[in-house]
């Protein structure tokens, strides 16, 4: 089998700072987890608070932490340190080798879609932001890693998309066309993120990150393999 | 302009642990580091040491140190934990859009290859390994971010590759080939480590990472990208 993980990412309209955080951290006991989050308002003061959230949920994970302890501890951190004023959402999606399934983790209204051969189902459980209150719990759910699972979660900037000029962007149905027209993990991120700048007339008016993981079952040799690309005016 | 990132990573024959840590951190004051350690020893053991020094300048540089400061921190703490037994190569380089520079950062005996249009340079200036002495410093330096500018880091699996028969590989020799011959970043990591592995008859006799950095003069869009792929068994 293979693993791919596909992530596409754009900042809102003019905005030299995303609010987005996202990072990739190895397991250590096998696997690499994807913690993506988004925090509240935009620009400058949210990216501090989703990079708070992120660095904390990376540093447990690569101490062997679980997942959702990670996110109950990232929950409280920022609850202690900004005294319950500010929230953000948190979403992490894990490989994990010792249990040979992928963990999805939601601290997140928005919905994470699971696709597998034909069934494509939402985790949309309610589910709350980290931040806010004593106590917060992520929703969790686990999928054992076989052929055709593909995974996709984003920020609310993506189901946002068209919103302005009232029709908003149907998430599930581009992801459902994605996948039929047999995308790879990185093509379904694109893709989803074109439909979204499309809806947008290439201005966004959130940022909006995707992270799209697919499990194949080819395995094309045994190397490892990131591929980054940065634009930078 | 555009950074990309390209990584190619296999773990020695038959082990299922590979003893080369590799992370991606954005930067707080924006850009990306990578950071590649090779622990001693090979297999779980390794494994422990290279990633405790990855973590350490990880979460150094997620708070705003500066490479060098992050790189002494790392060796003064791998020192103080193993009492100076045991030792690791450490090698940053950042894209740093403050300075608008790529940092090299260089605990490792092995060069880090420096390419600018025509020009190809080693440094190679000594550099120790982190972790066996107090006081360990790290060989620095920066250049300009200008397209054309490519740079390889690797672990010493590379140039180890064909030694055991007689015919190391010429690793600046296969990087300047594969420069001449157009590929993007991904493209040369891919080409070093297809090298190595066919001298090795892809029975690679130790870890091997390959990372290599350009700076392209075109933009295709303003979206960032990450693609990961992971073979599992």
Redesign the interface.
Known sequence: ???????????KYASSESGD??????R?NG??SVVLADGQRSGKSAKLIS?MVV?KVI?LL?EGVRDGAAARAASDYLYTHRNGQVQSTLNVLS?D?ESRTMVVTRNNPNPVLVAHGNELKALEGESQPVGLRRGTRPVISQRD?QPGLTVATFTDGLPFAGERSGAAMDVRAEFEKLLAAGHQ??GV??GL?AAALGLEKNRPGDDISVVVIGVLAE???????????????
């Open positions: 089998m293979e693993i791919q993980i596909g992530v596409a990412k754009i900042n955080t996202l990072e990739v951290v190895e250590p696997g690499l990079n660095r540093s690569a490989i080798m890693l993990p990185q991120a694109d993120l395995q094309a040799d045994e190397v490892r393999r990131m591929w980054v690309r940065l634009p930078v005016s």
